[in-house]
């Protein structure tokens, strides 16, 4: 039974994890504006508050569980939807935490009917098995809903789920297996986001560079992206088997294209990548990382690394390490390994296959590497002091003699600073691209300049 006053009701929601969790909350959210709901936040109150859900590690998990409860707690009259990742992998446990009225698994979420229903008595739990989610995934952006309108880059959802099954992964079991947008959809999303303005589409998925709609694969889609009237178009996450020539090529040739990815390597280890199912050799990633830096001109190329996978002795570590520090990277994300329910590592682990790191050496490890990965990004940031950089301002805050400080990124990703007389600085900066003159590094390691007009 549908609500009859849906005008009345307002909704808001909170977003655990990655860069598409946050388009697809942002598409329900307009999607119900759009049936008459009225936008709210979580400090004003809500009629409906949704928690959008991770699972991508056990924490993530436990972050969503404390949100949930936190939600409940500080809003007994709101009713409570429990959307995405986590709600499909465990709907039962999270159905089970009191106060929760909505449990809507990864398809279900995007269907703004399932919001509108009329709240019954205990929850409404509605999950579809992944073997179901058909060949096309749903469109998603961050851009539509109202509250996101100070925002100068747009997240554009141009695919889901991932067919590579690495032996540690839990988002094939929750997102299923690789879908592509529909690429008119993409393209219409793409206007749309550069219709309202904002300077920066960055492009979401789970495995982004496996897209393939009819015969138009991701380097495709990129020179289709190309046309839109917008300044920056930026590549978010690229599996390393997949940047191929073409790809590099794309970016290499383009003024919107950003000289910047994200190429997830986990382990400079060859046998933890085999023990990982990784679709690639330490050879084969630093091929493709030097060609891609040879190639592209101010390229900046990031890492994922994943260290504590069960198996990963000191001699694997140190293999990763110094393989680490011979690449020309950016900056590093430095992950420890989360054994994740219904993966092949958690049958390994069960079965006594592989034996887990002890904790306090996966500590050790962890630091380890965030100490290399803060030299790489010192490095790399360092070696455009003295360069021109056009940057897109997103943020201002007052420093403490009183002047604003300006804050963006550059096209290959560095964040940079500039501070202006609060008098000069008239309307602000934000969503503006201006060219500066790169000065210094600071603490936090964002590089200091000053605008040149
Ligand atoms: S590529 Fe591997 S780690 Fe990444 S989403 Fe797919 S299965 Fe998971």
Known sequence: MFMKEINQQSVAAITLGCKLNYAETSTVLDMLVSRGWRLSTIEEGADLIIVHTCAVTGQAEQKSRQQIRKVVRNNPGSRVAVIGCYAQLDPERLAGIDGVGLVLGSMEKLDPEYYCLNPEPGTLVRVSPTRTFGDEAMPASSMLCRTEKGRTRAFLKIQDGCSFGCAYCTIPNIRGRS?????????????????????EIVLTGVNIADYRYGGIGFAGLLRRLEAVDISRIRIGSVEPDLLDDELIAVVAGSQKIMPHFHLP????SDAILRLMGRHYDTATYRNRLEKAVASIPLCGIGADVMTGYPGEGEREFEE??????????AYLHVFTCSVRPGTTLARQVASKELAPVPHPEVARRASMLAGLGGGIERRFA?????????????????TEDGRIRWSGYSGNYLRIDVDVDAVAEGGGFRGEEHVVLVEGIGEDLHLQGRLLF
């Open 179 to 199: 879908r592509p947008v529909p690429l008119e959809l993409v393209l219409e999303r793409a206007e749309t986001i550069a219709l309202a303005g904002y300077r």
């Open 265 to 268: 390597l986990q382990s400079g």
């Open 320 to 329: 990763m390490s110094r393989f680490i520090a011979g690449l020309p990277l």
């Open 382 to 398: 360092e070696s455009f002091i003295g360069s021109r950089m056009a940057v897109l301002f997103e943020e201002g805050s007052t």
